[in-house]
């Protein structure tokens, strides 16, 4: 059976801590850069603070990296995706097909430096089974659906 988890947006740190203090099993954020959500960037230091206080917990952190990557910006997502994974981040939610070939989680891919799951973003538009089931197949954990797709 499926455990039912409450995830919580949060903007920045204090926002986090607020939500884990409120009873979130997890809390998205966005990193520094490449975040869907206009001037919501949290800097590395920020998100370990958060890992760290929602570890002691048992809450997980998931941030987001979901947005349309250009060719010149994919070595400073990669870099953004390894410092997330040293701050104790749980997962990494993205949009960026490309991220997953940069963290080796496609088909046949192995990468040892990126170890945490990632998670297909709700911009991914995931609207029929067909769809999930190939997102799946490339290796995403987990897949967020837009919430305006009825059961």
């Known amino acids: 059976m499926?455990?039912?988890?409450?995830?919580?947006?949060?903007?920045?740190?204090q926002i986090g801590i607020a939500a884990i203090?409120?009873?979130a099993d997890a809390v998205y954020i966005a990193g520094p850069r490449f975040g869907a959500?206009?001037?919501a960037g949290n800097e590395i230091e920020d998100i370990r603070a958060l890992c760290d206080y929602a570890h002691k917990f048992g809450a997980r952190i998931f941030v987001t990296l979901n947005t349309i990557l250009y060719d010149d910006e994919l070595e400073a997502a990669y870099r953004q995706m390894l410092a997330v994974q040293e701050a104790g981040a749980d997962a990494v939610i993205v949009q960026d097909m490309a991220i997953i070939e940069?963290?080796?989680k496609g088909i046949g891919n192995i990468r040892e430096d990126f170890r945490i799951p990632l998670h297909a973003s709700t911009q991914c538009a995931i609207r029929t089974p067909e769809h999930a089931r190939f997102l799946e197949s490339l290796g995403f954990s987990r897949l967020i659906?837009?919430?305006e797709i009825s059961l």
């Open 2 to 13: 499926n455990q039912l988890e409450l995830l919580a947006p949060a903007r920045d740190l």
């Open 21 to 23: 203090d409120c009873g």
């Open 37 to 39: 959500r206009q001037a």
């Open 102 to 104: 940069m963290a080796g």
């Open 145 to 147: 659906l837009e919430r």
